[in-house]
């Protein structure tokens, strides 16, 4: 799913890098008091021992009150189907999987994301996506069951529409029992004049219909009045999009009965992707052993990976955006990454991310949430302006199985971890910007084996336990 692609936001930091070293102040250290808690002699320090204890275990994913299927293995189950079918695509040529691929740590391995046509920005990985908050670079999704549900329509990823989705699902009867099993009979979305072709609300001055329009143009030879299809009543053209066409000929009523087929399906896709947990990896073994004094276990993490999360969580200072045990702080940043691969050098991110979440209609305060005033509805209700407005910052993704999903960035501008270290490290290459946003970053003046260390500390975040028996193509 695109930019599902996943997938990541939620409380999110740096949504443009994969290591943020040289971020302003000393890291993850303040609150517990050195060694609490453990029962072994560490080779760190005091107080990277203490940060250490905060990072692992990862724990449960977190209630989501706003989708009562969460915990529903039967929804899981139907969402597992949705995510490995490509029936929910024009041409029926994409899924979710085709950019999320299970065997590939749930990305695509590609610099930039391919759906129908090419996108801009990088596919995320999914490991543990049911802990974030935002979800996307640019945070434009408040839920995983909604973020689940944009790719579907996006022009550039599934190129499809909700009464495609609805009638896809009624028209093969094993995903029609398992939907009927979970929510009821559906209703007769074969029958065409009450639920038309490709009927679905198009979104004015949307980007991924401006990237449409250009790929149309670019086709046609440069012809700016190349393929209108891509423009919604009142634009320029003042074309009426045959999609919104579909739409509005349907009542209200079939209206709210398609909205709520998608809806089912994007909580279907949540409950599915909340299996995608990850948490045994070097680094969790050598903190399970300070906990348990259990000298065999800490011995699990390489030297180098210790001399590295030394450096993680003091000199090159890390911890200011990738703590906890997701290592994120699942906010955005500015990290200046060069421009590359193609992708747009003015890509706003998390300004523009803003402002599609306000106009998002299956948020989680809307009538499609389960709990729309309860507490999940707070971040939005209460999200200031953002500060930077125009400042292309993106979400801090986590750094867990990251030595599995290169390239790296929100653009893939680097093809290794060593030239994550290396730009983090020297600040060579970076974005001008004219845009007044955070001045946070500087030079770390790392010497050739400290970076050699704070990689293989990130290669000491690699779960090689993981059982992808869950998350795979039903049989």
Request: charged share 25%; proline share 9%; aromatic share 8%.
């Amino acid at each position: 799913m695109g930019d599902m692609r996943v997938l990541i936001g939620i409380g999110a930091a740096l949504a443009a890098s994969v290591l943020m070293g040289g971020c302003g102040t000393p890291g993850d250290s303040g609150g517990s008091s050195p060694n609490a808690g453990t029962a072994a002699p560490s080779p760190l320090s005091d107080a990277a021992t203490a940060t250490a204890l905060r990072m692992s275990p990862v724990p449960p994913p977190p209630p989501d009150p706003t989708n009562l299927y969460f915990e529903d293995e039967g929804a899981a189950e139907l969402g597992r189907a949705l995510f490995h079918t490509s029936a929910l695509s024009k041409g029926g040529n994409m899924s979710c999987a085709k950019c999320h691929d299970p065997r590939d740590s749930f990305v695509d391995l590609k610099p930039l994301a391919e759906g129908v046509l090419p996108l801009e920005r990088h596919t995320p990985s999914l490991w543990n996506v049911a802990h974030l908050r935002w979800f996307f670079w640019d945070g434009r999704a408040d839920s995983l069951w909604g973020q689940a549900l944009i790719p579907l329509e996006d022009p550039l990823e599934h190129a499809f529409a909700r009464t495609e989705v609805a009638r896809a699902i009624h028209g093969d009867p094993k995903l029609r029992t398992a939907y009927e099993d979970l929510f009821g009979p559906m209703a007769p979305f074969d029958n065409l004049d009450r639920f038309p072709p490709y009927g679905r609300p198009v979104p004015e001055n949307d980007r991924a219909h401006q990237l449409a329009r250009e790929h149309a143009r670019r086709a046609a030879g440069g012809d700016p009045d190349a393929e209108p299809h891509h423009e919604h009543l009142g634009g320029s053209s003042g074309f009426y999009h045959p999609h919104q066409r579909s739409w509005d000929k349907m009542s209200p009523a079939d209206q709210a009965l398609v909205n709520r087929v998608f809806v089912n399906v994007g909580k279907c896709l949540a409950a599915f992707q909340r299996r995608m947990v990850s948490g045994r990896s070097e680094f969790d073994v050598f903190v399970e052993g300070l906990r348990e004094g259990a000298p065999e276990k800490v011995a699990a993490m390489d030297p180098a990976a210790i001399r590295g999360f030394e450096l993680f969580t003091g000199k090159a200072q890390c911890t200011v955006c990738h703590h906890g045990p997701l290592f994120t702080d699942y906010e955005f940043h500015d990290t200046r990454v060069p421009i590359a691969n193609g992708a747009p050098a003015d890509d706003p991110g998390r300004s523009r991310g803003l402002e599609s979440l306000a106009a998002f209609q299956f948020g989680v305060t809307s009538e499609w949430s389960d709990d729309p005033d309860g507490p999940a509805g707070n971040k939005v209700k209460y999200l200031p302006k953002h500060r930077h407005a125009g400042a292309p910052e993106f979400k801090t993704p986590s750094l867990r199985n990251v030595a599995l999903t290169p390239p790296y960035m929100h653009n893939g501008a680097f093809k290794t971890l060593e030239e994550v270290v290396q730009f983090y490290a020297t600040r060579e290459g970076e974005r001008p910007s004219n845009i007044p946003g955070e001045t946070i970053l500087k030079p770390l003046g790392l010497s050739d084996a400290e970076r050699a260390d704070l990689v293989a500390f990130l290669r000491a975040l690699t779960d090689d336990s993981l059982d992808l028996s869950l998350v795979r193509a039903p049989r």
